[in-house]
């Protein structure tokens, strides 16, 4: 079962460029010789401090007063504050929601770096293609198989779902599978999706979350290996199914049409057809679908998703 990594919330660290940059801003329209910023993660702790010029100068201090926030608590002064625009209590005190959103901005921007790189490391180490896209179906990160598959949207840009599918771009036929599951009240769904070169993968869609605009969707995709005609044919020839038969198998299993595999075989499709009665009445079955449940249920293919 997939569940959401979490990490405990953290703070910034007392050198981050940032808050250095809205200290420096703050000191400076203040004319003091330094200030600080105390932030407490609330009810966790340990407290960080962040001191930018030198607080520890002579001269008035200036304090902000910053209301407790529902994740941290915050404490700013001035030292040493001199003549400039916001030197005065009732400026520093108008200056404070501004302040107060900043660090709101800043924690939570921090936090959310803190969780994509640790989704970065676990993707990259993974040895499927992995892709994050959003709903819209802009590619946000591939580890480096998802980069080796992506290159297959230039090189064999159709692809289909079902054998009897259509064939269709590849990146839109994910997107739309995506944009189909963020619909339903699944969060996951497995296919079995075929290049038009007759490569088939299983495609893996875990939704991540469902709103329209700014909804995300993790695609693991991994390289199902199906059986050549010759491995089939050893396989179920227990059966009486002729190397020729097993041959147009192993075409149908990669996603090819009956005109696609007499093209194939160098065969007329009405051949193939002759073929196909044959099999089915050899493995008892009326259907492709059929067919394909029972070669799964007799482990000569990968179960069909």
Not at 90 to 113: F, K, T, W
Not at 137 to 156: Q, S, V, W, Y
Not at 173 to 178: D, G, H, S, Y
Not at 203 to 219: K, M, P, T
Request: proline share 7%; charged share 20%; glycine share 6%.
């Amino acid at each position: 079962m997939w569940r959401p990594i979490l990490l405990t919330p953290a703070l910034p660290p007392s050198d981050d460029p940032a808050i250095a940059k809205l200290l420096e801003g703050l000191r400076r329209a203040a004319g003091a010789a330094g200030c600080s910023l105390l932030l407490e993660l609330a009810g966790q702790g340990p407290a960080m401090e962040y001191v930018h010029g030198d607080p520890c100068a002579s001269g008035q201090t200036l304090r902000i007063h910053l209301e407790a926030r529902e994740g941290f608590r915050a404490a700013f002064q001035l030292c040493g504050a001199g003549s400039g625009p916001a030197a005065s209590p009732a400026a520093l005190e108008a200056l404070a929601p501004v302040l107060q959103g900043a660090l709101d901005a800043l924690i939570e921007r921090y936090n959310s770096n803190r969780q994509v790189e640790l989704l970065a490391q676990i993707l990259n180490a993974a040895e499927e293609a992995t892709l994050l896209v959003d709903l819209s179906g802009e590619i946000l990160f591939a580890n480096p198989k998802g980069d080796e598959f992506l290159a297959l949207h230039t090189e064999e840009p159709l692809a289909r779902l079902a054998p009897d599918a259509p064939l269709e771009p590849l990146l839109h036929l994910v997107v739309r599978e995506m944009q189909a599951l963020s619909a339903q009240p699944e969060s996951m769904v497995r296919r079995t999706l075929t290049l038009v070169s007759g490569q088939a993968w299983q495609l893996e869609l875990v939704l991540l979350s469902r709103a329209s605009a700014d909804g995300h969707c993790l695609v693991i995709l991994s390289p199902i290996h199906l059986p050549t005609g010759r491995q089939l044919h050893l396989r179920l020839r227990k059966f009486g199914v002729s190397p020729r038969e097993a041959e147009v198998i192993a075409h149908l299993l990669r996603g090819r049409r009956n005109p696609e595999v007499a093209e194939a075989m160098g065969i007329t499709e009405y051949t193939v057809k002759d073929h196909l009665k044959h099999l089915f009445a050899k493995l008892s079955v009326s259907s492709r679908t059929e067919l394909f449940a029972r070669l799964a249920s007799e482990g000569a293919i990968p179960p069909q998703t």
